[in-house]
């Protein structure tokens, strides 16, 4: 079932995402060359909890995945791209990290990712990054009332293909709002013109990832991780949106690098951040915590 929002519902999911929004940026500043990845758990746990928010991660256990995720970020490094687990790794020049992270606020949710290098980045990771971003860019310029879901995946696809990139079908974005994981599923390939109709108050999470060459993945033995097949390189973007008349809105827009404001006052926050099992259900939508 896909539950439309109202303007006033739309405008409460923003106020989580402008949390999300900055949180990430924050991360990104205090990821760097000899910081590990426990440090940045620790830094958005403690983030979360002064905001009273609720991570959408913390016990989540769909049908995949060796017992609950316990923890409140998603760390992917190098040919890791989706639900890294966080775990004691130093950050060495030239990592590619994906951070995401979910979480609600009074009941609405919010989801993000963004990939970015430490130290000194191989100019085909920075090629790599850029392709999600502006395939990011182009599903979300898609996302246009009247139009259809096709729409938006055709547009990321085509980005992908233009990069010279190949896209995988198993894992995607999806429908967003009370719960972090709702239908529909949003596929990062799909013929333009096809699928659902777009409509206002439509809440979705477009999240283009790419592995540098190959679109097979491989799950590490803790059952979440998932790499490149091949081993090579992995980069991930995503935008938590709302579709309104006016077309697209933004709703983790993230500041600019410097300008971090992640730790506003707020009163303690009632939250929701449980999602349908991934695997149950035909609209597939996004079968893990991206």
């Not at 990011?136 to 233009?162: N, T």
């Amino acid at each position: 079932m896909i539950e439309l929002k109202s303007a006033e519902e739309i405008d409460q999911m923003a106020v989580t995402g402008q949390f999300v929004g900055e949180l990430l940026a924050e991360l990104s500043e205090v990821a760097a060359v000899g910081v590990n990845l426990m440090d940045l758990e620790h830094h958005a746990r403690r983030r979360i909890a002064q905001r009273g928010a609720t991570s959408c991660y913390w016990d989540y256990a769909p049908s995949f995945g060796r017992g609950p995720f316990r923890n409140v970020l998603c760390l992917s490094v190098n040919d890791a791209v989706l639900h890294g687990l966080p775990h004691d790794y130093v950050l060495r020049d030239g990592d590619l990290l994906s951070i995401d992270m979910a979480v609600g606020i009074d009941g609405w949710v919010a989801d993000s990712a963004l990939s970015l290098v430490v130290g000194t980045p191989a100019p085909a990771d920075l090629k790599l990054i850029e392709a999600t971003e502006v395939a990011l860019v182009a599903g979300i310029a898609a996302a246009q009332p009247g139009g259809r879901l096709g729409d938006i995946s055709a547009a990321i696809g085509q980005v992908a293909h233009s990069y010279g990139y190949q896209v995988n079908g198993e894992f995607g974005g999806h429908g967003i709002g009370r719960t972090m994981h709702e239908a529909p599923h949003v596929a990062n390939n799909a013929r333009a013109r096809r699928g659902l109709k777009l409509h206002p108050g439509l809440t979705i999470a477009i999240e283009p990832w790419f592995c540098a060459s190959t679109d097979k993945i491989k799950f590490d033995e803790d059952g979440w991780t998932i790499r490149s097949a091949d081993g090579s390189r992995t980069a991930h973007s995503e935008h938590t949106i709302a579709i309104t008349a006016a077309g697209p809105q933004v709703l983790t827009h993230r500041p600019s690098r410097g300008a971090t404001n992640a730790d506003p006052a707020g009163r303690p926050a009632t939250t929701s951040c449980g999602g349908i099992d991934p695997a149950a259900g035909s609209s597939r939508p996004d079968r893990g915590v991206s």
